[in-house]
Nanobody
């Protein structure tokens, strides 16, 4: 079974940093896209970033571009979301998700309906 475990959330001050991790198991890491989503209270879940492990490409939403960076450790089947220059509006529950894309795929902005596997969220709170 495909399982995703997100971790690393917590409390940060505005301007600070956090690094989220998404550990994947039960899948061929190179054949799946990993997406990060977030949902703030009272708001719809939105795509934040996605990562292609087969070509190393990443895509980011305009709201996080230049502040968030995706990286991966292939040996650990883990994707990281480094979040810098955090803002209070980044506060949300962050989810990682996976979708099968085969071996030829470059990252695009993640859309919720495209992703089949979801991990439990991790809460990020940014204080002003």
């Amino acid at each position: 079974d495909v399982q995703l475990q997100a971790s690393g959330g917590g409390l940060a001050q505005a301007g600070g940093s956090l690094r989220l991790s998404c550990a994947a198991s039960g899948l061929a890491f190179d054949e799946y896209a990993i997406g990060w989503f977030r949902q703030a209270p009272g708001k719809k879940r939105e795509g934040v970033a996605s990562f292609s492990s087969n070509d190393g490409s990443a895509a980011y939403s305009d709201s996080v571009k230049g502040r968030f960076t995706i990286s991966s450790d292939h040996a650990k089947s883990t994707v990281y979301l480094q979040m810098n220059s955090l803002k209070p509006e980044d506060s949300a529950v962050y989810y990682c998700a996976a979708r099968y894309v085969s071996l030829v795929w470059s990252a695009t902005m993640p859309k919720e309906y495209e992703y089949d596997y979801w991990g439990r969220g991790t809460l990020v709170t940014v204080s002003s």
